[in-house]
Each structure stands twice: as C-alpha cells, then as structure tokens.
C-alpha cells in the first residue's frame, strides 16, 4: 500500500504542476440554466441538457412513473431479467427518430462505443479514426484488436489516402467519426465521409451524441450512435443500425451483454424527451441561434453547433479565466489536457434552450472583459492531434 499511494501522490504533484489536476465540485443543477455552487447562484454554459429536457415536467413524470411501475434498477442484464417494457418502446423511437430499421439501448454512450466496435472488427480488420475522435471511440477501437490508424480531422482526402495506402492489407475496415465534435463544435462532412467508405468498402460509424436533437440534418450513416444524456435529458446510449447489426449487437456486444440494464426511469424519461423533441422544432433551433448570437458578439467564426470553444491556450489561463466568470455569476468549465491537445485549453460553452438572450449577452460582455485582461486569444488554427495514451 505504501509504493501504491506513493505512485498516486507522484502522479497527483505532476497533474497540480502542469494546472491539469481534475476535482469534483459539489454543484446542484436546477431548473432552466440555473446551478448553484458554495451557495452561490450561477447561469450554466457547462451543461450538455442542449434542449433544457432533464427538468421539464413530463419528463420528470414519466421517469417518476416508470420507477414506482417497475422499480429503481433493471435487475440485471437485459438478456437475463432486465428488459422492461420501456426499452422496447424507447428503441422503437430511437430508430424511427434516425430512419432505421431497430437499435438498441446500452448503459451510456461510453459502453456503446466500447461494445459496437469491438463487434465489427477484429485481428485482420482496420479501424481508422478521425484524429479528434472522442476518448470512448479510441477506447473501442483498441479493444477490439484491429489495427488502428488516423485520418487528419474532417479531411476527407486524407480517409481516402488512409485507405488506399491500407485497405488491401485487411479484411473488414470501419471508419469512426462525430456528427459533431463535442470540444470543437465543428461538424463532420459527412457527405464526403461516406462517399469515401463507399469507394473503399468500409463501413461508417456516427457518433452523434452532441447532435441528435440540435444538428441533425445532412446524410446519416449505416451505424449511428449516440447518448440519451444530453439533448434527451436522461441518461443512457444508443446505436441505430439495420435489424441484423442491432441483432448482431445484442449477441456480441460486450458492454450491452454483460452489463445490468438500463434503470426504468432513465429509458422512460428520455422516450418522453424524444416525443418533445420531435414536436417542438422551435425548442430544436434555440441552441444553435444563441450560439450564433454568442459567436457575433464576440467576432467569433459563426457557430455551426451548440457547442462553442473560446481558445485560451495554457490550463492555468483558462483555469484563471473560469474562476473570474465563476464570480460574475457564469458556469464556464475550463477544458483542459489531455481532453484537448496541449496548448489548447479552452472555455468550452454549450448552449441549451433554457437560455434567454440576456444570459447569453452578458456572458458574451464578461468573457470579452476577461480574456483582454488575461491575454487570452482566438486562433484560426489547432495544433495537432490529441495525444492517445
């Protein structure tokens, strides 16, 4: 015990050194946009509830409904006790939402990304990813024991490069990209994305976790993942597929097969979420119009998402610069390595319906103060790739 806290206090002063040492904060989140820390009232632009959902009162019903129906927890692994009638009816609507023929339900978008690749590729197989792709796609990639190369971030010249230097060599070749990137906020071009697959026989996975509800429009792609715990309000992940991948998965997919399903409540409240979602358009554009709002103000490049990064640099200037709007009254967690590549820590600032333009206007004002007391910048440009352990 003593050489293994001995290695953990080592690592810890070499975190607290480099500013990227991480802490919990007691935060309570309330209704609208509102969170409170220490006692203090603050406006969050930290939260991915992009459509305000977790707190809307039909979704908190149906959630408070299918527990004192069904129970707390699903008992076990959907295969063994744990398939209570929500999920059916949540997947339904999951793959109606996308133009699918079925999907499935996993425990998170972590565990879905963990299972479906794994399922597809094997020894022999290539998996190429676009180099920002989320830690959880890395993490399935290498789980599944294919070879696992990168193409250059949106660059689809460079998946087609990828793949013709490599396709050859292999059996099955997957390709791993986001509808949108959850630290950037810039969107994949997924027309000429899965154009490229088609021309090489490799099939496309779509994580689209930080779209679904805000930015779904243009072609969607065989294999679409994503989370029911941000625009959905709830908690939980997905993946939309044919019936035969869904079938496949429910078989061969590690994380869905040996774990405990999804509780109840979460699968009832985020099917209460999708049927807002789906006939509340006006709710769906919010987002995306006061990010748009935000970036003029600040003469940043128009927002194409509801997520917008203001590049700081170093951890420690961003850690500073969020601790300043912090005591203004405004919820903007720094994002720092090795989330992001080194040099490119940031603000990240998400943007949900529940936001009013005042709230969005005066955070606009506050960052634009601090970021010129504090030498913050906007570069046009990112350093390379984010570093994969």
């Known amino acids: 015990m003593d050489s293994l806290d001995a290695f953990a206090r080592t690592k810890l002063a070499a975190l607290e050194v480099g500013s990227l040492r991480r802490r919990l904060v007691p935060t309570e989140r309330g209704s609208g946009a509102s969170a409170a820390r220490g006692g203090r009232a603050l406006v969050s632009f930290s939260c991915n509830d992009y459509l305000g959902l977790s707190h809307h009162p039909r979704v908190i019903a149906a959630a408070q409904d299918a527990a004192a129906r069904y129970g707390a927890g699903a008992g076990?692994?959907?295969l063994v006790t744990g398939d209570h009638p929500y999920l059916g009816a949540l997947e339904d609507g999951l793959a109606r939402?996308?133009?699918?023929?079925?999907?499935?339900v996993f425990g998170s978008g972590y565990l879905a990304n963990l299972g479906i690749t794994p399922a597809l590729a094997g020894r022999g197989d290539l998996v190429v990813l676009d180099e920002l792709s989320h830690a959880c796609m890395w993490a399935g990639a290498r789980l599944s024991g294919a070879r696992v190369l990168t193409f250059r971030h949106n660059d689809p010249g460079d998946l087609a490069a990828t793949l013709a230097a490599h396709r050859a060599e292999v059996g099955r070749a997957l390709i791993l990209t986001e509808r949108v990137f959850s630290m950037d906020g810039d969107r994949a071009p997924l027309g000429d994305l899965l154009a490229v697959a088609e021309d090489f026989d490799a099939w496309t996975l779509v994580d689209d976790a930080h779209g679904i509800g805000v930015v779904e429009d243009g072609p969607r792609a065989p294999l679409e993942m994503g989370t029911l715990s941000k625009a959905l309000g709830s908690y939980g992940g997905y993946l939309c597929a044919s019936r035969a991948v869904v079938d496949l998965m429910t078989s061969r997919a590690r994380s869905f097969v040996y774990t405990t399903g999804l509780p109840p409540a979460?699968?009832?409240a985020a099917l209460e979420a999708l049927a807002i979602l789906e006939a509340e358009p006006e709710r769906r554009a919010r987002p995306l119009a006061l990010a748009r709002r935000f970036t003029a103000r600040l003469g940043l490049?128009?927002?194409v998402s509801a997520v917008v990064p203001v590049m700081v640099g170093e951890a420690q200037a961003a850690l500073d610069i969020s601790a300043a709007l912090e005591a203004e009254g405004y919820l903007v967690v720094a994002i720092r390595p090795p989330t992001v590549p080194t040099g490119t820590a940031r603000l990240r600032v998400a943007f949900s319906a529940a936001h009013d333009e005042a709230q969005v206007d005066g955070l606009a004002e506050a960052i634009a103060a601090l970021t010129g007391r504090?030498?913050?910048h906007f570069p046009s440009a990112r350093p390379g790739p984010i570093p994969q352990a």
């Open 76 to 78: 076990g692994s959907r």
């Open 97 to 104: 939402h996308k133009g699918t023929a079925a999907a499935l």
């Open 266 to 268: 979460s699968a009832a």
């Open 301 to 303: 490049p128009e927002a």
């Open 374 to 376: 504090a030498g913050a």
